[in-house]
């Protein structure tokens, strides 16, 4: 009868895992699909990004009731106890990534989000492409409970702010030499928020798998910030 429980609670964990890693897959295709959708203008891809959001948010709703019970049938301790927190951590944030991919594939849907001098196609997609790879990078981090990769993305968490204060200054020079431009690159500035807040969630998750293989926080005064007035 105890081999049945310990058996019941391993794969409660297991289920739990595999629920994130699916849950991390799917927001990650759904990044990758909105800036490919920005940048070359596809409607239709945009669309299937935001008709998508709603299968995201029930993935984390039955995260949140896995990790639910578990904790309150299995009364976990230590690191099965931290794994289960993390999981309610990391399941949030994958939520608002999705969130955040579908505001970007809006732009996209958006009447006079046209970008008729390819700015979307150079600097945005290089800052999305950024962006996503980081975010794969640290769902790695997770998969394979490597503390080392997840450190790695939390130390270069301040690149895709370099790379987002380069582009706020490129699309205002745009918008500031030519009037036409100015709701386009409008557009263009929300995008590239929103991609500089994913990148933050990833960040996120990163200090959340390291708390959860060591039970401490990430190391350090606080995260690694690009400061542009310094930079100057």
């Not at 058996?7 to 897959?25: F, H, I, N, W």
């Not at 990650?28 to 990004?49: C, H, S, W």
């Amino acid at each position: 009868m105890a081999e049945h429980t310990v058996k019941a609670y391993e794969d409660e964990l297991r289920a739990l895992d595999t629920s994130l890693v699916a849950m991390g897959e799917l927001a990650l295709a759904q990044v990758r699909g909105a800036v490919t959708a920005i940048a070359a203008q596809d409607l239709v891809q945009a669309q299937a990004i935001v008709d998508r959001d709603a299968g995201l948010d029930h993935m984390e709703a039955e995260t949140e009731q896995l990790t639910v019970r578990l904790i309150a049938l299995r009364q976990p301790v230590a690191q099965d106890l931290r794994r289960a927190l993390s999981a309610l951590k990391i399941a949030g944030n994958l939520e608002r990534i999705g969130d955040l991919a579908k505001n970007i594939a809006k732009r996209a849907l958006v009447t006079g989000v046209a970008d008729p001098d390819g700015l979307a196609h150079g600097s945005i997609a290089r800052m999305g492409e950024l962006v996503a790879d980081r975010f794969a990078q640290v769902l790695t981090a997770h998969r394979s409970q490597d503390m080392e990769v997840a450190e790695d993305v939390w130390r270069r968490d301040a690149e895709i702010d370099q790379q987002y204060d380069s582009l706020f200054r490129e699309l205002l020079t745009y918008m500031m030499a030519d009037a036409r431009m100015i709701t386009p690159c409008a557009h263009l500035l929300f995008v590239a928020k929103n991609l500089e807040r994913i990148g933050d969630h990833a960040t996120n998750i990163a200090e959340v798998v390291h708390y959860q293989i060591t039970g401490d926080p990430m190391p350090g005064t606080g995260r690694p910030k690009w400061d542009a007035l310094e930079a100057r």
